[in-house]
C-alpha cells in the first residue's frame, strides 16, 4: 500500500490506527494492489478528512471509521477488477457529515464487490449523509456488486443513498466509433471519462498520474 | 374522518370443531394431514418438511426472533364443518366475523370472487357464475389437493422449494387453507378477485399456501387482506405463495397486511414471470409486530416484467422488515421496485432490497427507489439495497432519500389554517400517494384512514 499526504495536512498512524486531531484536516491517498487489510480510521471533533483510494485487483480492505462531533469525512474511491471493499461507518455523534464517493470499472471475468453501511445512531443530531456507488462493466463476463446501506435512528438527519450499475452509454460508443476508434477505445474512453473527476482530484492534490 | 378500530381488533368466541394441541412434531404432522384425509404423495411432503425445519437455522439477519415459541402455538383448528358456497349457510359467529369486516358486503360490490378463510381452514368461498363458465378455478388449496391434483402436484413446491428457508419448510410441513386460482389461457378477469385471512385464536399458528397460475395470455389481480385481534400471547403467521405467470400474462397481487402487533408475520412470497408476463405485487404493511416479507419475481423468459410497489408503517413495538427482489434471468427483462416507509413512535422500518441479473440478463434492466419517513427522534429505519449483476450489457438504478418530515411543509400548510396533526397526516397521504392510488378505490380509502388512524393516535 502506497500513501501520500499533501502538504499541510496533520494526521497520526498508531497500531494500524490514522487519527485526524481535533480541528485537523488532511488529505489521504491510498493505493491498494494485491492484499488483504483491515484499516481504522478516527476523526476527533472538528477535525476534516478527504480519502482518496484507488483499489487494484486483488485487493480486500475492510475499513472502520468513527467520526466525532462536527467532523467531516469525505470518501472518494476507485476499484478496478477484482476487489473487495468493505467500508464499516457509525456515525453516533452530533452534526457529523459523511460524504463517499465509489466509482468502479470492472473486465473481462472479473467481479467487484464494494459495500458501504453507514449507521447514523440516536445520539447524532444533524447529520448529513450521502453515499453513492457506481459501476461500469466495461466487458463481458465482469460482474459487480454494491450495496450501500442505511441504518437512521435519528429523524434530524440528512441521508441518502444511491447506486447503479451499467454498461458504458450505447449511443456514447457508437458516437466514438464513428469518430474512428475501436470499440474497445470507445469503451476505454467513456470510462476514462466516467472515473475522470476523482483521478483529476488525486492529481491536483497529490500528483497522482493514475494508471 | 371517522375511523373505528374495533372494525379489525374485535374477538369472536373461539368455538374450534376440532384443535390440535398446542406444539409441533412428526406427530402434529401426520394429524393435520389425516383431518384432511390427504393422498399419500401430501403426507410425505409434509414429512420431509418437517425434517428440513428442524434443520434449517432461524435465519440470521433483521428482526430478533428468539421470543417465537414454536412450542406454544396451535398448528391447526378447524372452526367450520365444511367450506360453504352461501354467506347464510356459514357458521353464524364466523359470518358475524367477515360481516364486521365488510368481506361478503366488499364481493357484492366490486369483486368477481372471495375467499374467506378463518382459523386453519376456508370457510367460505365464491366465485361470480360468469367467471366460473370461463374456465377459472379459485379454490382453497385443500379442495385442490383432491379435486385437481395433477395441476398442484406438477407446481406445488416448484417456486418455493421446501429449502428454501425456515418457514417456508414450517408452512410445507404444517400449511391449511389458502387459495388455489388457475386462469385459464387468453382469459381476462377484469375485476378482482379476494382473499380474505382470519385469525381469531390466541397463540395461534396460521400457515395458508396459496398457488396461482396464470395460463398464456390470461390477466387477473389478486388481493388479499388478513387481520387478528390482540392477545398478550404471540401468533404465528407463516404463508407460502407461489404464482406462475406464463407467457403474454398479467398478475397483479395486492395485499393489505393489518395483522395485530402480538403477530409474528414471517411469509414466503414468490412468482415465476416467462416471456413478457408482467407480474406485479402491490404490497401495504400496517399491522404485526414483526413482519419479514421480502416478495419476489424470478423473471425467466425474456421481456418479462416485474413491479413492486410497497408501503410500510411502523409504529410502537413494531418490526417491517420488508423490501423486494428482483432476479433477471432472461434478456430484456425489467423490474421497477418502489418502496415508501414510514416509522413513528419507536418503531422500526427496513428495506431489504436485491436486484441481480444473471449472465443471460442481456440488455435487463432494474431501478429500485426506497424512500422513508422517520416521524420521531425514537423511531428507526433501515436500507439495503443490494445490486449485483453478472452481465455486462444490463443497468440497475438505485437511489433512497431518508429524512423527516420538513418544517417547512408544515409551516406552509399550517399558515393556510391546518393543524399540525392535519398538516402532517396530508403530508404523509402525498407520501404514499404513488401506492394508495394503485389499490382499488375501497381499499384506497380504507388504507388512508388507516394510516390517518395510526398517525392521530400517537400524534393527537
Known sequence: MQMLKTKG?????????ISVPAGSSAQLLFIYGDEEKESRIRLSAGSS???????????????????AENSKLEIHDIFYGNVKVENSIPLENENCSLNLLAKGAIYMNESSSYSAFACIGKNAPGANVNLEEHAYLAEKGAKASLLPGLEINNSNVNARHASSISEPNGEQIFYL????????????????????????KMKAIFGYEGL | MEFNLSKY?????????????KGLSEKTVREISAEKGEPEWMLEK????YKLFLKI????????????????ITYYIRA??????????VPQHIKDAFDKLGVPEAERKFLAGVEAMYESEAVYQGLKKEWAEKGIIFTDTDTAVREYPEILKKHFG??????????AALNTAVWSGGSFLFIPENVHLEIPLQAYFRMNAKAFGQFERTMIICEQGSKVHYLEGCTAPIYSEASLHAAVVEAIAKKNSHLRYSTMQNWSTNIYNLVTKRAFAYENATVEWVDGNIGSGVNMKYPSVYLKGKGARAEFLSVAYAGKNQYQDAGARAIHEAPNTTSVINSKNIAKNGGTTSFRGTVRFSESAVDAKSSVKCDALLLDDISSNITRPLLTTSQERSSIYHEAKVGKVSDEQIFYLMSRGLSENEAISLIITGFVDSFVKELPFEYAVEFNRLIQYELGKKVG
Open chain 1, 9 to 17: 495536512s496533520r494526521f497520526e498512524l498508531s497500531s494500524g490506527t
Open chain 1, 49 to 67: 478528512l478527504q480519502i482518496f483510494s484507488v483499489f487494484n485487483s486483488g485487493s480486500k480492505i475492510k475499513n472502520s471509521f468513527s467520526l
Open chain 1, 177 to 200: 466509433m464513428s469518430r474512428g476508434l475501436s470499440e474497445k477505445e470507445a469503451k476505454d474512453e467513456i470510462i476514462s471519462g466516467f472515473l475522470s473527476r476523482e483521478l483529476a
Open chain 2, 9 to 21: 381488533n374485535f374477538k369472536s368466541p373461539e368455538r374450534g370443531l376440532f384443535r390440535l394441541p
Open chain 2, 46 to 49: 409434509r414429512l420431509e418438511a
Open chain 2, 57 to 72: 437455522p432461524m435465519p440470521k439477519f433483521g428482526p430478533d426472533l428468539s421470543k417465537l415459541d414454536f412450542n406454544n
Open chain 2, 80 to 89: 367450520s364443518e365444511k367450506k360453504m358456497r352461501k354467506w347464510d349457510e
Open chain 2, 158 to 167: 416448484t417456486v418455493v422449494p421446501v429449502s428454501d428457508n425456515k418457514f
